[in-house]
């Protein structure tokens, strides 16, 4: 029995990239990164700038505002 073999290339990888921009549920911006609870809540960088004196006491951990779950900033 033999398999064919296909030549790997990186093209998934890079389509796959493109494909990840996220919208923010705050401001309905289309952005490559979103902060991101388990619920599915997602809010852009600047969005959580400018709300982080109501999601966060510490620095480290954010609250959802939809589901009230803990999230980390990933800086510890």
Do not use: L
């Given at each position: ?8 290339t990186n093209?998934g990888?890079?389509?796959?990239r ?10 309905g ?10 619920c599915?809540f997602s809010?852009?960088q ?11 006491c510490?620095g480290?951990?954010?609250e ?7 999230n980390?900033?990933?800086n510890?």
């Amino acid at each position: 029995m033999s398999q064919q073999s296909r030549p790997r290339t990186n093209a998934g990888k890079s389509r796959r990239r493109q494909n990840r921009s996220k919208i923010c549920h705050c401001c309905g911006a289309d952005v490559m990164f979103c902060w991101q609870c388990r619920c599915g809540f997602s809010m852009c960088q600047s969005c959580m700038y400018e709300n982080q004196w109501g999601m966060t006491c510490n620095g480290i951990t954010w609250e959802c505002p939809d589901c009230g779950a803990q999230n980390g900033y990933g800086n510890q």
